[in-house]
């Protein structure tokens, strides 16, 4: 079983930074493409960023490149997603897991972006 727990959410003004960790007590967290979800309100959960089991290759939904970056730690068994220039449609409540979703989801970190 994998347990996911997400933290560094908040509420932040456009154009704000804000960092979120997702970390697993599980050392299989270490062997598997992760990936950072986000679900807004009134909408479906997306994939907005991936990385590989290196850490080397990354990816991105278009309306986050530039903006945001994606990392790992394997020794930590952690992945961070740093949000700059945040907007306010980037407002949602933001997940991690394996990049096809099929562990157990954790509680998620609240992301707001307003003025």
């Known amino acids: 079983q994998v347990q996911l727990v997400e933290s560094g959410g908040g509420s932040v003004q456009p154009g704000g930074s804000l960092r979120l960790s997702c970390t697993s007590s599980n050392f299989v967290f270490n062997n598997y493409i992760l990936g950072w979800v986000r679900q807004a309100p009134g909408k479906e959960r997306e994939l907005v960023a991936s990385i590989n089991v290196g850490g080397e290759i990354t990816s991105f939904t278009d309306s986050l490149k530039g903006r945001f970056a994606i990392s790992r730690d394997n020794g930590k068994k952690s992945m961070y997603l740093q949000m700059n220039n945040l907007k306010p449609d980037d407002t949602a409540r933001y997940y991690c897991?394996?990049?096809?979703?099929?562990?157990?989801w954790g509680q998620g970190t609240q992301v707001i972006v307003s003025a």
């Open positions: 897991n394996e990049r096809f979703g099929s562990w157990d």
